[in-house]
């Protein structure tokens, strides 16, 4: 079974940063595509990041010079640098992956595969 762990969440100051990672076990040798997505109490799930195979990285507009999306392939690893961290983006973090090696959008409902996800707030 495939899996994927998210870690690094935590209780940050705003202008903080966290790293967040994504943990991929249980693949075929191929490396897919990892998005990250965000989601608040009470609203919907949210895409922040994506990178590919070929590391082309996609970002949302609120995040744009903030966030970096990185991935280490041998330790089959997908990280999400989160600089300068605001309240509003406080959230649960979770990682997903449609098998696929391209971004192909940001619809939750594109992809196949979650972690369980891993809370970042951002607090005085």
């Known amino acids: 079974q495939a899996l994927l762990v998210e870690s690094g969440g935590g209780l940050v100051q705003p202008g903080g940063s966290l790293r967040l990672s994504c943990v991929a076990s249980g693949f075929t040798s191929d490396y897919f595509a990892v998005a990250w997505f965000r989601q608040t109490p009470g609203s919907e799930r949210e895409g922040v990041s994506c990178?590919?195979?070929?590391?082309?990285?996609y970002y949302t507009d609120s995040v744009k010079g903030r966030f970096t999306v990185s991935r280490d392939n041998a330790k089959n690893t997908v990280y999400l640098q989160m600089n300068s961290l605001k309240p509003e983006d406080s959230a649960v973090y979770y990682c997903?992956?449609?098998?696929?090696?391209?971004?192909?959008?940001?619809?939750?409902?594109?992809?196949?595969?979650w972690g369980q996800g891993t809370q970042v707030t951002v607090s005085p």
């Open positions: 997903a992956t449609d098998f696929r090696r391209s971004c192909t959008g940001w619809s939750p409902a594109a992809y196949d595969s």
């Open positions: 990178i590919s195979e070929s590391y082309a990285t």
